[in-house]
Structure formats: C-alpha cells, structure tokens
C-alpha cells in the first residue's frame, strides 16, 4: 500500500511564500508522475502543477509565473514552491502520485489528504 504525506501548508500573507513537500512511502518501484492539485470549498478541484520523471512539467494557468514544481525521485517526495502568494490561492493542496508498485503492472492513482494553505490580505 502506497500513502502519500503533504506538509508545508500553513497561514501566509499575501505576497509571501510557502514550500509546500510531499513524500510517498510503501513498496514504490517508480512513480511516473507526481503532482499538486488544489480545492477551495464550493469548487472543483483543480491543476497546479505535475512534474514527470524526466523532469517534464505542467503548470495550470493560476500558477504559470509564480510556483515551481520539483522532485526527488530517490526520496519519492515532491515539492511545490509557491511565490507571489495571492487570497486566491487559499485552498486544500492536495498531492498526487501515478505510482508502480513491485510484482504489479498496474499504475495505481495516489492522494494525499491535502495541506491547508491560507493567504491573508
């Protein structure tokens, strides 16, 4: 079983900064993708940024400019370092992990239970 743990989040005020880990543990071969997604209540949870093994990235539109995602596959832990933090960028920073396990072919979908950030004016 694969558990994946954010940390980093916290009470930030605007035009500040937070970096945000998160790092995956159980019997991990490789994980091909990881990534950042985020939810404010009421909303759809949305992209912020995914970052491939072979260091490709994705960034949604909310953080092109301002965040940047990074890994360390050896350590199976992510990061996402966020600048120029702005109200909206209040939500439930969730992490994902597209992970193959030993004696499987399957690519299992990982969540973490997500890190509160909140950014006050």
């Known amino acids: 079983q694969v558990q994946l743990v954010e940390s980093g989040g916290g009470l930030v005020q605007a035009g500040g900064s937070l970096r945000l880990s998160c790092e995956a543990s159980?019997?991990?071969?490789?994980?091909?993708?990881m990534g950042w997604y985020r939810q404010a209540p009421g909303k759809q949870r949305e992209l912020v940024a995914t970052i491939t093994i072979d260091g490709n990235t994705n960034y949604g539109d909310s953080a092109k400019g301002r965040f940047t995602i990074s890994r360390d596959s050896a350590k199976n832990t992510v990061y996402l370092q966020m600048n120029s933090l702005k109200s909206e960028d209040t939500a439930v920073y969730y992490c994902?992990?597209?992970?193959?396990?030993?004696?499987?072919?399957?690519?299992?979908?990982?969540w973490g239970r997500g890190t509160q950030v909140t950014v006050s004016s």
């Open positions: 159980g019997s991990i071969r490789v994980i091909d993708t």
């Open positions: 994902n992990a597209e992970v193959r396990v030993w004696d499987s072919r399957s690519v299992f979908d990982r």
